[in-house]
């Protein structure tokens, strides 16, 4: 299985809701990102887990709270977001530090009203 | 961090034509990514390179470490080549540490 599989593919949600975005791969990889990616524009990084610890969170808003709870999955929990937070947002995998090859899961439309 | 720059950032072609994508970053990088992204959003990983050069069937990546550039070519083009092709560097050094991207090349083939 070289899949990462994302939840829900689309999201509308208002700006006082709690939802929260799911990401998963079964290929033993250690290393686990979100990135975000607004309209014609490259992604950017917004965390990386390493071995299931935070190693890097790029200054994202504390209404973005990810969760690792284990090696297979990556959770994104979204509150009080803003109009200007509506993107696409990406998860993806790799082995861990041997390798930095990345394996990217389908992304999840998210469109805060 | 690092910064990447990608040129062209549109290119139109007819199919068949050989296509050059370069990139160059600022500082050294432990590898270099060329991803591809299709309408609709996924991004496919197509090589990872630190030195030389790798082909995987129409494809071929090239990188210069010394000078901090890389090309990516398409021999024979074909409409299904169309996307945006995105080259990126780890975002810190390397490891686990998730990429810096080029803002990509908006490729069209036309038939």
């Known amino acids: 299985d070289t899949e990462v599989t994302q939840t829900p593919k689309h999201l509308v949600m208002g700006m006082t809701n709690k939802k929260s975005l799911k990401c998963e791969q079964h290929?033993?990889?250690?290393?686990m990102y979100w990135y975000k990616q607004k309209a014609k524009k490259p992604p950017e990084l917004m965390f990386v887990y390493s071995y299931e610890k935070l190693s890097i969170n790029e200054s994202v808003p504390s209404r973005f709270s990810p969760e690792c709870p284990n090696s297979s999955l990556l959770n994104l929990h979204l509150h009080a977001l803003q109009p200007e937070d509506s993107a696409l947002y990406l998860c993806?995998?790799?082995?861990?530090?041997?390798?930095?090859?990345?394996?990217f899961g389908p992304g999840t439309r998210l469109t805060v009203t | 961090k690092n910064e990447v720059e990608q040129s062209p950032q549109n290119l139109t072609a007819q199919e068949g034509e050989f296509i050059t994508i370069n990139c160059s970053y600022s500082?050294?990088?432990?590898?270099l990514h060329w991803l591809q992204q299709h309408p609709g959003g996924g991004i496919v990983s197509l090589f990872m390179?630190?030195?030389g050069k790798k082909k995987h069937g129409r494809l071929i990546a090239t990188i210069n470490i010394q000078e901090k550039h890389s090309s990516l070519h398409i021999t024979a083009s074909h409409p299904r080549d169309s996307a945006v092709y995105i080259c990126a560097v780890p975002y810190s050094g390397g490891g686990a540490d998730g990429l810096t991207f080029g803002k990509g090349t908006h490729l069209i083939i036309q038939p």
């Open positions: 500082v050294g990088i432990s590898a």
């Open positions: 993806a995998s790799s082995p861990g530090v041997e390798s930095n090859e990345q394996y």
């Open positions: 390179l630190s030195s």
């Open positions: 290929m033993g990889h250690r290393a």
